[in-house]
Each structure stands twice: as structure tokens, then as C-alpha cells.
């Protein structure tokens, strides 16, 4: 059956740079001038740089093209009227069906168009953020009704394909130092796509227990200039690595339970645009961790020196919190070797009291420094007397000890 409206449907995005494929020969060779001339001819032929692959001119999309997942599918929707006749009540209705769901995209026409004239149109545009990958399919359904009165209907299905434009790698890492609450995230970008393209951010939208810091600048946390330059593109499979130190809040610490099972670290939001601007943006799901595991009880250093000097006593202030779901009654035992470059300083075989679940005792203790160099703290032995548990508490942190004598 022969409607009397058509409808056309065309994909709008940037054009492209025409490309020309020069083909040419020396003059004394067989051809002669004619490879040259033809060259010369092409529509597509820079006449300044005749023989280089792009030339002046821009092509608009012959099809659908590659759609990446983040970037929004606009499309430009025309129906018009091929026929001699008045055509009345014309609706046009615009749905995306993807694998999982079926979505309206008609905008400016959602409701029927009283009558479209002869060699007229109804023309709208759609947009739609992609965030689904696979196959999704443009159904563009016409319904309008003749001078005779018959009601006719008919439907247009434009099938493409979303791509995944990146892959993201995550790994974490736990503090070393004695803040070992302290969370770093390396994510690693890889473009999968087969042209470069522009990063214009990555930044990391953290969870509610955690503040992020990117480390992404060449002049530390205080510097905005990037460590991948100012222009900063990946081409296709290359990959980037980016930093970010997360750090829980202070309310958090309230209950170290809360702490110790913290698992979700917020969400890596990425927006790039090619290589004619068309912008893109992935928001990636919660990032996962597994939670460390701290056993019965946690020794961690709240204050030290960066540097102490030789043969003079510096002190430490250790926090000790019991991570257990019972009450602790611990004694403290400080543990001198001759192989350490640090000797404990006070009384060792201390009693500390009991300690409920979950609770936190903050210890100053003193330290005596006999060799120069890098030295590590350790020979912290805690004994809980309920179960007659020992716990050894070893390179609890390092400090630098230096000889003044010594330049």
C-alpha cells in the first residue's frame, strides 16, 4: 500500500573532513600528466596541498555511524506529504527500544498536527544520552488521516549499535604510613575507540564516608597544572593513569566499626569529546574495596617526627583500639634488640586497664635513637589477660634519625 506521507530520518552529528586519496607519478613515467591532472580535479583536492589525505571540505554522516556509550544520539525526524492531498490529524511518535526498555523520545510533536498541506512537512529534532550498550533500534511510527476520512498508520525501524568508548581499571591501595585510614585509588583509562580522544576531566565523586583529593598534578596537591599536559588526548588503546587519595571524614571515627567495614568509594565520573567535539560522559557504578581486615586490636602512630637527632629521646603517640566484639584488659610490654637502631624509653610491663569494644586508648611513649639513618619502630607486644593473648606489633612506622657532627 502507497501512503501519502514519507518519513526520513537522518542522524545529526559533526561532519567529517572530506578525504582524498591522491594517486601520482613521475612525468617521464607511462601515465605522465594524467594521474596528476585527476588529482588536480578532485572535488576533495586541496589546492594548496594537493597531495595530503584531507582536504578542505566537510561530509555530513552518509549512515548511523559509531555511537559510544555516554554520548547523546540526536536524530532529525521529517515527515512529509508526497501527495496531492490535505492529510489531517498526523501524530508522529519517536521510541528507543534497547534490550532492557522502551523509551518515548517525541518531543515537540507529542500531540497530533491538525493537517499538513501538500509538498509540507512536520519536521522535529530528538536527543537522547545513551547509557546502555547493544543494540538499540529507532521505531518511528505515523498515524494521520485522509480527505476520505480512512485512518492509516505506518512504522519506520532504524537499527545501530552502542559501542564502549573506554575501559576502566580500578585498583586500591591502603595506607602504609601510620594515617592508614587513608584510601588510594588508581584508575587506569583506556580509549577503545578507533580515533584519539579529548579528556576534558576525570574526577571521582566519593561516598559519604570519604573526601577525595586528586593527585593528578605535576606540582602536588596545591598545583592545577595537569601531569599529562594541557592538551591532554589519548589515542586509540593508549591508556592513562590518575591518582586519588581518599580519606575518611572526621565524624566517621566516632565509631571505628564504621571505618573497618567501609567497603563503597564513590563513583569516577569521565567527560571527553572527540576529535570534533562531539562531548561524551561515563559515570562508572560504585567502586568496590574489600575492607582491611585490622584482627582483635589496631596500633596506629598519631603523631611522630619526620627527623629526630641521634642520642636524643623523641616521643610517639600510639592509639590502640580494640576491633573485637569483647572487652580487653591489656598489659603493654616494649621489646628492646640490639639489631634496631631504637631503644624504648620508659616502663615496659605496664598495665593499660580494660578496654571496651570499640574503644580507643591514645599512649605517649619515648624513644631513644642510637643509629643514623632510616629506622623503623617496632618490639610493641600487647597481652590480653582475659585469654592470655599476645599480640606483636612490629614496623609500626620509620622515622629518619641524622647526625648533626656529620654534614
Not at 591522491?22 to 591532472?37: E, F, K, M, S, Y
Not at 598534578?217 to 581518599?246: A, H, M, T, W
Request: aromatic content about 8%; glycine content about 6%.
Amino acid at each position: 500500500m502507497m501512503h501519502l506521507l514519507s518519513c526520513a530520518v537522518m542522524r545529526l552529528t559533526k561532519p567529517t573532513m572530506m578525504v582524498s586519496h591522491p594517486v601520482t607519478c613521475d612525468q617521464r613515467d607511462l601515465p605522465g600528466n594524467t594521474l596528476n591532472d585527476i588529482t588536480a580535479k578532485d572535488l576533495a583536492t586541496d589546492k594548496e596541498t594537493p597531495y595530503f589525505g584531507l582536504g578542505e571540505l566537510l561530509t555530513l554522516p552518509q549512515n548511523f555511524g559509531n555511537i559510544f556509550l555516554g554520548e547523546t544520539f540526536s536524530s532529525y525526524i521529517s515527515v512529509h506529504n508526497d501527495s496531492n492531498q490535505v492529510c489531517k490529524e498526523i501524530l508522529v511518535k519517536a521510541d528507543l527500544q534497547t534490550s532492557s526498555q522502551r523509551l518515548s523520545l517525541s518531543s515537540a510533536h507529542s500531540e497530533a498536527v491538525s493537517e499538513l498541506q501538500p509538498e509540507c512537512s512536520i519536521d522535529d529534532i530528538i536527543h537522547h544520552e545513551v547509557k546502555e550498550l547493544g543494540t538499540h533500534i529507532l521505531v518511528c511510527a505515523v498515524s494521520y488521516t485522509t480527505q476520505s476520512g480512512e485512518k492509516l498508520y505506518f512504522r519506520k525501524f532504524f537499527k545501530f549499535q552502542v559501542l564502549k568508548p573506554l575501559d576502566v581499571k580500578t585498583k586500591f591501595y591502603n595506607s602504609e604510613d601510620y594515617v592508614s585510614d587513608e584510601v588510594f585509588l588508581e584508575a587506569q583509562i583506556q580509549n577503545i575507540t578507533p580515533g584519539p580522544i579529548y579528556v576534558e576531566s576525570i574526577t571521582l565523586d566519593p561516598s559519604v564516608y570519604y573526601t577525595a583529593v586528586e593527585l593528578n598534578s605535576c606540582g602536588g596537591k596545591n598545583s592545577n597544572e595537569p601531569v599529562f599536559g594541557s592538551v591532554n588526548y589519548i589515542n586509540p588503546l593508549d591508556s592513562r593513569q590518575y591518582l586519588y587519595c581518599l580519606t575518611p571524614k572526621t565524624e566517621m571515627y566516632s565509631e571505628n566499626k564504621v571505618i573497618k567495614g567501609v567497603t563503597t568509594i564513590g563513583k569516577l565520573d569521565i567527560v571527553w569529546r572527540t576529535n570534533l567535539g562531539e562531548v561524551g560522559r561515563l559515570q562508572t557504578s560504585q567502586l568496590q574495596r574489600v575492607a582491611p581486615g585490622y584482627g582483635d586490636i589496631r596500633l596506629s602512630v598519631q603523631a611522630i617526627p619526620d627527623a629526630v637527632e641521634i642520642e636524643k629521646p623523641f616521643s610517639v603517640t600510639c592509639r590502640i583500639t580494640n576491633c573485637c566484639e569483647r572487652e580487653m584488659d591489656l598489659l603493654l610490654v616494649l621489646q628492646n634488640t640490639s639489631k634496631v637502631g631504637l631503644l624504648w624509653c620508659g616502663i615496659s610491663g605496664k598495665q593499660l586497664g580494660k578496654l571496651p569494644p570499640g574503644s580507643s586508648l591514645d599512649l605517649p611513649l619515648t624513644i631513644i635513637p642510637i643509629s643514623p639513618g632510616l629506622q623503623t619502630i617496632s618490639g610493641v607486644r600487647l597481652t590480653d589477660s582475659f585469654l592470655k593473648r599476645t599480640y606483636e606489633l612490629d614496623e609500626i612506622a620509620q622515622i629518619f634519625v641524622y647526625n648533626p657532627e656529620i654534614e
